[in-house]
């Protein structure tokens, strides 16, 4: 880890133009590798970590799913694996021109680009999985190849970023100029934080619900507390997960993280901290150090908030989570046996019945006094 | 109270023209198609009887009336057989139920009827006369007959007879009228029926020129004509009451055991004794003294005796497994280089003699695979019995039922409707078990569909070895090209994504693939 007090006094360290050289360089390997061996007359083959189910596994240093020893090897001599082969490389030559021409695409794009090069992919679902083939072999998620998603979150906060996407190079923006907050797009994950100031920003709050997410911005939650705040509009993009991690790390502030009390909004909070399954060859998603502020079970029934029943697809959902290593914590088990024994859930707007202010004014700084789940 | 009844006679030839629907002349394109059928199937008999090689002449011609419907036509058939002695010429052509083929051999028609029918039906379409020209050899003169058919009394009313001298040293019999005819409706039909005959009659030349001009000659693909069938006596099995009771009549035999032992094939002194034991038909009875009573025991006794011999088999002619795939190859345009190289598949197989119901048969199977064979979503069925085509009724045919019910094509390799597949299937007997009076389509006698699906299933086999090499070589030629497309982008990526100038040549690599094949692959799996 970077040290991080001096580096908040004005500019962080350029984490991401690092981070895109490495991506660059990690390419250029890989079609080097390949290269040689034609050259040298073999058959190109790689090898790449197995993402069989088999072989994802629990990390509980890292507090993360993670890829195990297992590893497939993809050769051009077999016919079966030409095809694939072809498509990954034809995948990484996409994202080395993408990279370092500084342009992003969606993962729609990538399967129509391909049909100029006679590359055709089956359907989305085929040239979507040579996307994480490409994140697996090179461990760098496709964000860091300027594959995006649609976008659908925002940040809001007094923090100053400084683009580095073309024709916004040195650009400066106070993310609090926008009173919806700004989009957290390409431009926005690649950009560098600067005259990041503790006594404006000392913590981060990832709410999972847009409603609460313009409450607090009205209610100035951010200058109340100190705050930037995130919408996650659900389950949160990579890219925000990625965005999160940075700004947990790289401003050393800690990150709450605010959802509907059901398992689905437990499961929300859990996947900034812990990951997610499907992305256990990628580091650098989570923040292992995230809170879960709420709501929780417990604060059902503590707050006496309006509520409605489980439903079976609840519960059913429930005995999944409870059998999942990332659910171990004392916390977790507990909020679990909860929502099983009061069979209730609640929406983060349920506070609304004490009042608009209340969960601003009395709920969230209870809950800011956590430290850790 | 009287009831004046008028009892009528009427003659063979008055019964079959009122009856003419039964003999395929229900509709003019119907009738055109009988007519040409007839006549060529007469021509094909009297060549192969002589053994030699057949060349049949056939001209239709538009004569008045509208040429997209019924109208009135001239046909002709000329052929090189074994000609019409001029005595017999005016019964043989202008009485009904008069001709040669009342006995037991194979041969296409059964009666020598349909031949008749057609100049019965040229007649009293068009009331005009039939012209028969004939010479029974080179040295023979040439008889000219020109007659008409007196219907009610059977007859034939000779209105030219001459003979002339034969300059050409001609043999055979050209035969001419006028007709009836819808050749617009009938001529896929007629077309179908040529070609057909040309796969199931491989040594003969047919040459057809039709109403529009148009020339179509199927030449012959070899000029070995199988051998003539031998005629045979019934075999005991195979008759009824009313055949044993005509053989008793003409006999001169004096005790029933010479009876049967001359008149029957398969039975000697010694079986005749044990078949009577077996009867219970006394020393007294002789063939002069048999009651009808006695007749119907015998016969059923005869039935119902399992230790005769099967019929002989001398009697038929089968096409044999050569000339069958010669017919096959020159009409669907398979060469033997086609098959050489694995292009193409044709296979035939011929069973020994079978028999049911006391009448003895061959079964003929063929197999084609060729990329000239329509799919058409189906297997395509060639039918035939005694070397014609039987086009009509496919679906209630027994082979039809064989090939789309009873026999697993996928057990062979074969996907119906998408492996291009012929299967032509050729029965011979003595008495071919139609299922109508049209002679169109065969009837599922269990002895005889055992028979087809045995000859399909024994036929299938290399069929399958064909279709197994040929997937094979596919999935090669598939593997490879897999290989010439995508190892050229593989250089051509990876020398972008490693900032290279020159791509590596692939076309070591592409060589080893094809030199190795497929075994040096398996090697590499396992690693």
């Known amino acids: ?373 | 109270m009287t009831v004046a009844e008028v009892f009528q006679e009427i003659s063979a030839a008055d019964f079959f023209y009122r009856n003419r629907d039964i003999a395929g002349f229900t509709s003019p394109s119907r009738a055109v198609y009988s007519t040409i059928r007839e006549l060529v199937e007469n021509s094909l008999d009297a060549c192969e009887t002589m053994g030699v090689p057949p060349d049949i002449y056939l001209r239709l011609s538009h004569e008045s009336g509208p040429v997209d419907g019924p109208g009135v036509y001239s046909v002709r058939v000329e052929d090189n057989g074994l000609g019409i002695p001029g005595k017999i010429i005016p019964s043989a052509f202008g009485q009904v139920l008069y001709g040669s083929k009342y006995k037991l051999r194979q041969t296409r028609g059964q009666f020598g009827l349909g031949g008749k029918m057609a100049l019965l039906y040229g007649q009293v379409t068009t009331h005009s006369e039939a012209q028969i020209v004939s010479s029974t050899g080179p040295k023979d003169r040439v008889t000219e007959v020109i007659l008409r058919i007196d219907i009610q009394q059977n007859k034939p009313i000779i209105m030219k007879n001459k003979t002339h001298p034969n300059k050409h040293h001609w043999r055979g019999t050209a035969i001419e009228f006028k007709t009836e005819a819808d050749y617009s409706r009938a001529m896929s039909k007629i077309l179908d029926y040529m070609k057909q005959t040309a796969i199931i009659v491989p040594y003969a030349n047919i040459t057809f020129v039709d109403p529009r001009g148009r020339l179509y000659r199927f030449l012959r693909g070899t000029t070995t004509v199988p051998e003539a069938p031998t005629e045979t006596s019934p075999h005991p099995h195979g008759v009824d009451v009313e055949t044993v009771q005509r053989l008793l009549k003409v006999t001169n035999a004096k005790t029933l055991q010479e009876f049967l032992r001359k008149h029957f094939q398969r039975i000697g002194d010694a079986t005749a004794r044990k078949f009577l034991q077996y009867a219970s038909m006394g020393q007294k009875k002789t063939p002069r003294n048999m009651t009808p009573d006695d007749v119907v025991k015998l016969v059923n006794a005869m039935k119902n005796y399992e230790d005769f011999l099967a019929p002989d088999s001398s009697c038929l002619s089968p096409l044999g497994e050569d000339l069958l795939a010669t017919g096959i190859k020159k009409e669907l345009g398979i060469t033997d280089d086609d098959i050489a190289q694995g292009h193409a598949y044709v296979g035939t197989l011929q069973r020994k003699p079978a028999t049911y119901a006391g009448f003895p048969f061959i079964v003929e199977v063929g197999l084609a695979s060729s990329k000239n064979i329509p799919t058409e979503g189906k297997i395509l069925l060639f039918r035939f019995a005694n070397k014609i085509p039987l086009l009509f009724d496919e679906a209630s045919d027994v082979s039809w039922k064989v090939v789309n019910n009873t026999i697993d094509w996928r057990n062979y390799k074969v996907a119906p409707g998408e492996t291009p597949l012929a299967v032509f299937v050729h029965l011979c007997s003595t008495k071919v078990p139609y299922k109508t009076v049209g002679k169109e389509f065969i009837a599922d006698r269990p002895d005889v569909e055992h028979e087809i699906v045995n000859a399909i299933r024994e036929a299938g086999r290399t069929l399958k070895l064909y279709l197994s090499k040929k997937e094979h070589l596919a999935t090669e030629r598939k593997r490879l090209d897999v290989f010439e497309k995508y190892l050229p982008k593989i250089a051509q990526f990876s020398t972008k994504l490693a900032k290279q100038k020159r791509e590596p040549e692939v076309s070591t690599l592409l060589k080893s693939v094809m030199k190795y094949g497929p075994a040096n692959e398996d090697e590499q799996e396992q690693e």
């Open chain 1, 1 to 373: 880890m970077v040290p991080q007090t001096k580096m908040s006094r004005n500019k962080s360290k350029s984490s991401i133009k690092e981070r895109k050289g490495k991506v660059l360089t990690s390419l250029e390997e890989l079609g080097g590798q390949v290269y040689k061996q034609i050259v040298d007359h073999e058959f190109p083959t790689f090898r790449m970590p197995s993402r069989s189910i088999a072989n994802i596994l629990y990390d509980d240093k890292t507090r993360q799913y993670i890829l195990g020893k297992r590893s497939v090897k993809r050769s051009a001599r077999n016919v079966a694996h030409i095809r694939p082969f072809t498509q990954l490389l034809w995948t990484a030559m996409f994202a080395d021109e993408l990279t370092s021409q500084n342009k992003t695409s969606t993962l729609r794009d990538v399967f129509y680009s391909a049909q100029a090069y006679e590359m055709d992919f089956r359907d989305q679902a085929e040239s979507d999985n040579l996307i994480t083939d490409l994140e697996t072999v090179t461990s760098f998620s496709r964000e860091d190849f300027n594959v995006y998603p649609e976008e659908r979150s925002a940040i809001f906060g007094d923090l100053t970023v400084e683009y580095t996407v073309p024709g916004y190079e040195g650009k400066r923006l106070n993310l609090s100029s926008h009173p919806d907050g700004v989009m957290i797009g390409p431009a926005l994950t690649t950009a560098e934080f600067v005259q990041h100031d503790r006594k404006k920003v000392d913590k981060i709050i990832a709410i999972e619900k847009g409603g609460l997410f313009t409450r607090f911005i009205e209610e100035r939650v951010h200058q109340k507390y100190r705050a930037v705040l995130i919408h996650t509009a659900g389950q949160a993009p990579r890219a925000t997960r990625f965005l999160l991690r940075r700004l947990n790390q790289e401003l050393d502030v800690p990150v709450y993280i605010f959802t509907d009390g059901d398992p689905w909004g437990m499961h929300i909070a859990m996947v900034i901290i812990s990951g997610s399954a499907n992305a256990a060859h990628l580091r650098d998603l989570n923040t292992p150090d995230a809170i879960w502020g709420g709501v929780w079970a417990t604060d059902i029934v503590d707050y006496k908030l309006p509520s409605d029943p489980l439903t079976d697809l609840d519960l059913k959902r429930l005995n999944e989570l409870e059998k999942d290593p990332r659910y171990a914590g004392d916390l977790w088990k507990r909020e679990i046996d909860t929502f099983r024994k009061v069979k209730k859930k609640s929406e983060q707007e349920a506070f609304s019945r004490y009042g608009l202010t209340y969960i601003v004014d009395k709920y969230l700084p209870a809950k800011l006094k956590l430290k850790s789940n």
